[in-house]
Protein backbone atom coordinates (compact mmCIF):
# COMPACT_ATOMS: atom_id res chain seq x y z
CA UNK A 1 0.00 0.00 0.00
CA UNK A 2 1.52 3.22 -0.79
CA UNK A 3 0.98 6.48 0.71
CA UNK A 4 -0.58 9.77 -0.64
CA UNK A 5 3.13 11.14 -0.43
CA UNK A 6 4.45 8.08 -2.33
CA UNK A 7 1.71 8.51 -5.27
CA UNK A 8 2.35 12.38 -5.49
CA UNK A 9 6.47 11.51 -6.05
CA UNK A 10 5.57 9.02 -8.76
CA UNK A 11 3.56 11.53 -10.56
CA UNK A 12 6.59 14.14 -10.82
CA UNK A 13 6.73 14.68 -14.09
CA UNK A 14 3.91 12.86 -15.35
CA UNK A 15 1.97 14.12 -18.62
CA UNK A 16 -0.95 16.00 -18.91
CA UNK A 17 -2.35 17.05 -22.15
CA UNK A 18 -3.74 20.69 -23.96
CA UNK A 19 -6.66 21.11 -24.94
CA UNK A 20 -5.56 21.16 -28.02
CA UNK A 21 -4.29 17.06 -27.08
CA UNK A 22 -0.31 17.85 -27.12
CA UNK A 23 1.10 16.76 -23.89
CA UNK A 24 3.52 18.35 -22.02
CA UNK A 25 5.33 18.08 -18.56
CA UNK A 26 2.80 18.89 -15.40
CA UNK A 27 3.36 20.45 -11.82
CA UNK A 28 3.33 17.32 -8.83
CA UNK A 29 0.18 17.60 -6.62
CA UNK A 30 -1.16 15.95 -3.67
CA UNK A 31 -4.33 15.84 -4.99
CA UNK A 32 -5.72 12.72 -6.12
CA UNK A 33 -6.77 12.62 -9.81
CA UNK A 34 -10.37 12.55 -10.90
CA UNK A 35 -12.55 12.36 -13.77
CA UNK A 36 -15.46 13.72 -15.03
CA UNK A 37 -17.94 12.53 -17.72
CA UNK A 38 -19.57 15.40 -19.90
CA UNK A 39 -20.01 17.36 -16.72
CA UNK A 40 -21.22 21.35 -16.90
CA UNK A 41 -18.35 23.51 -15.89
CA UNK A 42 -20.10 26.90 -16.44
CA UNK A 43 -23.69 26.96 -15.54
CA UNK A 44 -24.66 29.95 -16.45
CA UNK A 45 -23.80 30.09 -19.95
CA UNK A 46 -25.84 26.66 -19.66
CA UNK A 47 -28.94 28.65 -18.13
CA UNK A 48 -28.86 31.54 -20.80
CA UNK A 49 -28.21 29.06 -23.59
CA UNK A 50 -29.35 25.76 -23.28
CA UNK A 51 -33.03 24.65 -24.69
CA UNK A 52 -33.30 22.37 -22.20
CA UNK A 53 -34.01 25.60 -19.21
CA UNK A 54 -37.79 25.96 -20.14
CA UNK A 55 -38.58 29.28 -21.99
CA UNK A 56 -41.40 30.33 -19.58
CA UNK A 57 -38.55 29.96 -16.49
CA UNK A 58 -36.20 32.34 -17.91
CA UNK A 59 -39.06 34.63 -19.31
CA UNK A 60 -39.99 35.21 -15.56
CA UNK A 61 -36.96 36.29 -13.88
CA UNK A 62 -35.60 38.01 -17.17
CA UNK A 63 -34.81 41.77 -15.96
CA UNK A 64 -36.37 41.15 -12.32
CA UNK A 65 -33.73 40.94 -9.28
CA UNK A 66 -34.49 37.39 -9.45
CA UNK A 67 -32.50 36.90 -12.37
CA UNK A 68 -29.21 38.64 -10.53
CA UNK A 69 -29.89 36.45 -7.18
CA UNK A 70 -29.89 32.98 -9.80
CA UNK A 71 -27.11 33.97 -11.79
CA UNK A 72 -25.08 35.01 -9.01
CA UNK A 73 -26.14 31.53 -7.39
CA UNK A 74 -25.10 29.77 -10.49
CA UNK A 75 -21.79 31.42 -10.90
CA UNK A 76 -20.99 30.38 -7.40
CA UNK A 77 -21.41 26.95 -8.30
CA UNK A 78 -19.75 26.96 -11.71
CA UNK A 79 -16.37 24.30 -11.58
CA UNK A 80 -14.61 26.80 -13.61
CA UNK A 81 -15.27 29.46 -11.42
CA UNK A 82 -13.58 27.27 -8.28
CA UNK A 83 -10.51 26.60 -9.98
CA UNK A 84 -7.64 26.83 -8.12
CA UNK A 85 -3.88 26.25 -8.30
CA UNK A 86 -2.93 22.77 -6.41
CA UNK A 87 -6.43 21.05 -7.87
CA UNK A 88 -6.03 17.53 -8.33
CA UNK A 89 -5.85 16.06 -12.02
CA UNK A 90 -8.81 15.53 -14.23
CA UNK A 91 -9.47 13.65 -17.27
CA UNK A 92 -12.45 14.88 -19.00
CA UNK A 93 -14.72 12.65 -20.92
CA UNK A 94 -17.03 14.44 -22.67
CA UNK A 95 -19.07 13.35 -26.58
CA UNK A 96 -18.13 16.07 -29.05
CA UNK A 97 -21.95 16.49 -30.27
CA UNK A 98 -23.33 16.64 -26.65
CA UNK A 99 -26.46 18.45 -26.86
CA UNK A 100 -27.38 19.12 -23.16
CA UNK A 101 -23.74 20.06 -21.99
CA UNK A 102 -21.73 21.50 -24.80
CA UNK A 103 -18.36 19.72 -25.56
CA UNK A 104 -17.33 23.59 -25.25
CA UNK A 105 -17.97 23.69 -21.27
CA UNK A 106 -14.80 20.65 -20.90
CA UNK A 107 -12.54 23.07 -23.62
CA UNK A 108 -13.16 26.31 -21.34
CA UNK A 109 -12.55 24.06 -18.46
CA UNK A 110 -9.30 22.52 -19.50
CA UNK A 111 -8.50 26.26 -20.98
CA UNK A 112 -9.07 27.65 -17.16
CA UNK A 113 -7.60 25.08 -15.54
CA UNK A 114 -4.17 25.82 -18.03
CA UNK A 115 -3.84 29.14 -16.62
CA UNK A 116 -3.78 28.06 -13.21
CA UNK A 117 -1.20 25.06 -13.70
CA UNK A 118 -3.41 22.67 -13.76
CA UNK A 119 -2.73 18.91 -14.79
CA UNK A 120 -5.69 18.00 -16.73
CA UNK A 121 -6.40 16.09 -20.22
CA UNK A 122 -10.06 15.96 -22.65
CA UNK A 123 -10.85 12.83 -24.14
CA UNK A 124 -12.97 13.80 -26.93
CA UNK A 125 -16.13 11.03 -27.82
CA UNK A 126 -16.22 12.03 -31.24
CA UNK A 127 -20.01 12.30 -32.62
CA UNK A 128 -21.73 11.42 -30.01
CA UNK A 129 -23.94 13.13 -28.00
CA UNK A 130 -24.68 13.01 -24.00
CA UNK A 131 -24.82 9.83 -21.62
CA UNK A 132 -23.40 6.48 -21.32
CA UNK A 133 -26.47 5.23 -21.49
CA UNK A 134 -26.37 5.66 -25.39
CA UNK A 135 -22.12 5.21 -25.29
CA UNK A 136 -22.75 1.90 -23.64
CA UNK A 137 -24.70 0.47 -26.64
CA UNK A 138 -22.10 -0.36 -28.81
CA UNK A 139 -19.43 -2.38 -27.49
CA UNK A 140 -16.20 -0.44 -29.40
CA UNK A 141 -17.26 3.13 -28.22
CA UNK A 142 -17.71 2.07 -24.52
CA UNK A 143 -14.13 0.15 -24.63
CA UNK A 144 -12.71 3.21 -26.14
CA UNK A 145 -13.83 5.06 -23.30
CA UNK A 146 -13.24 2.62 -20.61
CA UNK A 147 -9.45 2.08 -21.99
CA UNK A 148 -8.77 5.27 -21.49
CA UNK A 149 -10.43 6.03 -18.72
CA UNK A 150 -8.08 3.07 -16.64
CA UNK A 151 -5.02 3.97 -18.61
CA UNK A 152 -5.44 7.56 -17.55
CA UNK A 153 -5.96 6.11 -13.86
CA UNK A 154 -3.05 3.78 -13.80
CA UNK A 155 -1.03 6.65 -14.92
CA UNK A 156 -1.99 9.03 -12.02
CA UNK A 157 -2.29 6.39 -9.87
CA UNK A 158 1.14 4.92 -10.91
CA UNK A 159 -0.01 1.64 -11.15
CA UNK A 160 1.80 -0.98 -14.04
CA UNK A 161 -0.30 -1.56 -16.92
CA UNK A 162 0.26 -5.53 -16.38
CA UNK A 163 -1.27 -5.26 -13.23
CA UNK A 164 -4.92 -6.66 -12.40
CA UNK A 165 -7.54 -4.28 -12.00
Same mark, same amino acid.
Given at each position: ?? !????????????? #????????? !?????????????? !?? #???????K??????R???????????????????????P $??? $?? #??????????????A???????V????????????????????E????R??E?????????????????????? $???????
Open positions: MS !TRQDRADRRVGRR #SARCDGRFR !TGADTPSEPSFALY !TP #SDLVTLATSDHVPAIGHQIRGTPWEGLVLTGLAQLS $INN $IR #SGMPPFLFIHGTKDLVPFSQSDMCNRMEESGGVYEVFPVRGGHGLWWTRPSLAGLYKSKMIEWLRAEFG $IPQYAKS
